[in-house]
């Protein structure tokens, strides 16, 4: 263990399981002080994140928020806020997706995945800003994917949301500059978690994994350690850009 998140406030949307525990263990294990993730469903998952969060000596919680409405991350928000007096680190990494054609796609699915995807990060960027004003600094990581780089196939809807979720990222970094707010987006490729371990044994996993120039699937660590590097005092001149951890499938301009 180190220590480059020492003392350190850290809230990570969707940190249950998959690249958002990875990212909730990575940061206890750097030191931080409190790391709060929130969920919507699959408490068994979340109640086993929470622990081993706690495991590293660090103030773990674990709260329902639902990151399309407001009033639940105000709640949130101002909860951690209240206790811990201080948000240093937000990680929006909340997400879902369908797959299927764009003639296949419905406007219900549409505007969900929009809503989940891009007006989540949205709304709590917007309600964890005036603290890190107030704070003098802070970092925002958000959660895209390679999909939204290259314009995914079979995933219309995800692949829009995630490249309006880099665009956001960009303007938040506008935004923030002058009040120290350092603002990234982490695009992975395939990642191998328990979210994805079906897909990775059908044909479409493997089909993406091909595409590969290391033939391989990335690892969550592989995602955790450039949100370490992005929530670290040790960088500091990283902000609008997007870092895309995809094994070369492709390659970022």
Known sequence: MTDRLKDKVCLITGGGRGLGKAMALAFAKEGARAVAISYVSNEA??????????????????????????????????????????????????????????????????????????????????????????????????IASVSGLYGGPTTAHYAASKAGLISLTQVLARWGAQHNILVNSISPGMIETDLTSEELRSGGGAGVVALTLLKRPGQVDDVSSIAVMLASNKQNYMTGQTISPNGGSYFTD
């Open 45 to 142: 998952y979340v109640e086993e994140t929470y622990a081993q969060i706690a495991q590293f000596g660090c103030t773990a919680y674990m709260t329902p928020v639902e990151v399309t409405d407001r009033d639940s991350i105000r709640a949130w928000v101002g909860h951690i806020a209240d206790v811990e007096g201080q948000i240093d680190v937000l990680v929006n990494n909340a997400g879902i997706n369908r797959q299927g054609p764009i003639d296949t796609v419905t406007e219900k699915d549409w505007d969900e995945i929009m809503a989940v995807n891009l007006k989540g990060p949205f709304l709590v960027a917007q309600e964890v800003l005036p603290l890190m004003v107030e704070a003098g600094g802070g970092r925002i990581i958000n």
